[in-house]
């Protein structure tokens, strides 16, 4: 079955100090993987997704197959990283949708 | 270019009831997702429509159903309420099934 853990729910960390926001999979195949964030009173938004190896707003994201993760990555945090953030995959062709629980981060001054 | 809405807002069912929450799609998205969100978890997925066609479903039972129009706006259909349906209802819109997901604000349900 697929499943995505998030195993921390709270991550605070201090501005300008590394981040890395934890994501682990089980899927039998080859899964989409993908972080959205969402900021206070915004719209749930991709953030980014492995197949197109970005590095969105300094976050970077490597897969792992032989650890199945995918953490979420940012060598200095800035306060507007403070959000919500989700990983999820999807079993291609954009079908099936499975979301962590979700990690709130939050950059302290 | 108007962004994904969704109606009504927030709303409260008896259970039992029925329900119908509706989604605009984005200009140029021919593909609608639906997923529930409840407090404090991650969003779960419920459906997908591509081209007015069924394209995927979740683990939620029969009573969850949908449509997708010709104008690919969508309407999510819940039978036979039941207290756990409480939650937030997120429609999401793309260019194709594998196309970037766009949000909407979601409606938020509450069965008493």
């Known amino acids: 079955a697929q499943r995505v853990t998030q195993p921390e729910k709270l991550l605070s960390v201090f501005k300008g100090a590394p981040v890395e926001l934890k994501c682990n999979y089980s899927?039998?195949?080859?899964?989409?993987l993908f972080w959205y964030v969402q900021y206070s009173r915004q719209r749930l938004q991709l953030l980014l997704r492995?197949?197109s190896r970005e590095s969105i707003k300094g976050f970077t994201a490597d897969l792992n197959k032989g650890e199945t993760s995918f953490h979420l990555k940012k060598p200095f945090a800035q306060e507007e990283d403070s959000a919500m953030y989700y990983c999820a995959l999807s079993g291609g062709k954009g079908q099936n949708f499975v979301f962590g629980p979700g990690t709130r981060l939050s950059v302290l001054p | 270019e108007t962004g994904v809405t969704q109606s009504p807002t927030h709303l409260i069912k008896t259970r039992g009831q029925q329900v119908t929450l509706r989604c605009s799609s984005q200009?140029?998205?021919?593909?609608v997702s639906w997923y529930q969100q409840a407090l404090g978890q991650g969003p779960q997925f419920i459906f997908q429509?591509?081209?007015?066609?069924?394209?995927g479903r979740g683990n939620f039972p029969p009573r969850f159903s949908g449509l997708q129009f010709p104008n690919y706006s969508s309407e999510l259909n819940v039978n036979a309420l039941e207290l756990d349906d409480s939650a937030l209802y997120l429609c999401?819109?793309?260019?194709?099934?594998?196309?970037?997901?766009?949000f909407g604000p979601g409606t938020r349900l509450t069965v008493t």
């Open positions: 899927y039998s195949g080859s899964p989409e």
């Open positions: 492995h197949i």
């Open positions: 999401a819109s793309s260019l194709s099934p594998s196309y970037e997901q766009y």
């Open positions: 200009s140029g998205h021919n593909t």
């Open positions: 429509y591509y081209r007015e066609e069924e394209n």
